[in-house]
């Protein structure tokens, strides 16, 4: 919430004065931040299916262990059987050799007990995990399925709905949100916008980052702004207040980000891979509260 007030405190001083190499610096360790957020973001999301897959692991070694050990107890199940038949016909069988062979039985009974318990614990985790990332990927599902609906009407006119990472991504080209090195938002992008404000407070547990992305094209504009870094943050700002404006999101679910020229979807040699780049992204990921608490158990 700190550096949402603090790129706004940066966009409103930027319409009364230029802005200097300070504000500019000041401007692009924030962006660094957010740059470092998403990339903590993505190595949990990368722990997190580590650590179901050493569980997967874990479980398959497990039974394997549990199944050597129900063949070693039958085996000397067996010998016991076996010497207890020689016993009823041999007087002189060993009762030393009975007592061991009754203790390796009971060791064996006692280890295959212990790794069956520790493999139910492992199987009981394994449920519930998968219990709950099949949670996760139908609420993630759902939402692609109301976005998309809510926003058809403005399908092919620059606006795109994609499931990707575990999020789902809401892309909308320049074309659609404003003219060429402006940020003023266009009737069109407003309209779009107001759906997706619509399914935003339908979903609370949702969180919400808006992403402004430029072309390598230099910004030639005048004024507050400065570069392609300045633009895109601009954007991503205007976006993130007019989702807001008359309604009950709660801004402590958005992040506002500009990510500049730096994050390509194509190739900038090229005007169609110029245009592509030019997109504004709102980016939306379901918490994952329940997984991380079983993790962490």
């Known amino acids: 919430m700190k550096k949402i007030g603090f790129l706004i ?20 360790s924030s962006h660094n931040k957010l740059r470092n957020n998403y990339a903590n973001l ?33 085996v000397l199940k067996k010998q016991y059987e ?12 060993s009762q030393k050799e009975m007592q061991e062979l009754l203790r390796k039985i009971q060791q064996s009974e006692e280890s295959l007990q212990q790794k ?89 547990d949702i969180n919400i980052v808006v992403e402004g992305h ?6 030639t504009g005048t004024g507050a702004l400065v570069d392609n870094w300045d633009l895109s943050v601009k954007r991503a700002t205007t976006v993130v207040r007019t989702l807001l404006k008359n309604t009950t999101i709660d801004p402590k679910r958005i992040t506002a980000a500009g990510r500049g020229e730096f994050i390509p979807l194509d190739t900038n040699e090229t005007n169609e891979g110029k245009q592509k780049n030019r997109r504004t992204e709102i980016i939306l ?13």
Do not use: H
Request: charged content about 35%; proline content about 2%; some cysteine.
């Open 9 to 28: 405190l940066v966009g409103l001083l930027a319409f009364t004065s230029c802005v200097t190499s300070k504000k500019y610096k000041a401007l692009e």
């Open 42 to 74: 993505e190595v949990k999301s990368k722990e997190q299916a580590g650590k179901l897959a050493q569980l997967t692991d874990d479980i398959a070694k497990l039974n394997k262990e549990a199944d050597a050990l129900k063949e070693q107890n039958r």
């Open 82 to 93: 076996d010497l207890q038949t020689v016993q009823a016909n041999l007087s002189n069988t």
């Open 116 to 204: 069956e318990d520790e493999l139910r614990e492992k199987n009981k985790k394994y449920m519930e995990m998968q219990e709950a990332m099949e949670k996760q990927a139908a609420a993630l599902a759902l939402l692609k399925k109301k976005v998309t609906d809510a926003l058809v009407g403005f399908e092919g006119k620059g606006l795109s709905v994609i499931q990707k990472n575990g999020k789902v991504y809401v892309s909308v080209d320049e074309k659609l949100l404003f003219k060429s090195g402006k940020w003023d938002i266009e009737k069109p992008g407003l309209e779009a916008l107001a759906e997706v404000s619509k399914i935003l407070e339908q979903n609370p």
């Open 214 to 219: 430029t072309d390598n094209v230099k910004y």
């Open 285 to 297: 990921t379901p918490k994952f509260d329940e997984l991380l608490d079983i993790l962490n158990q």
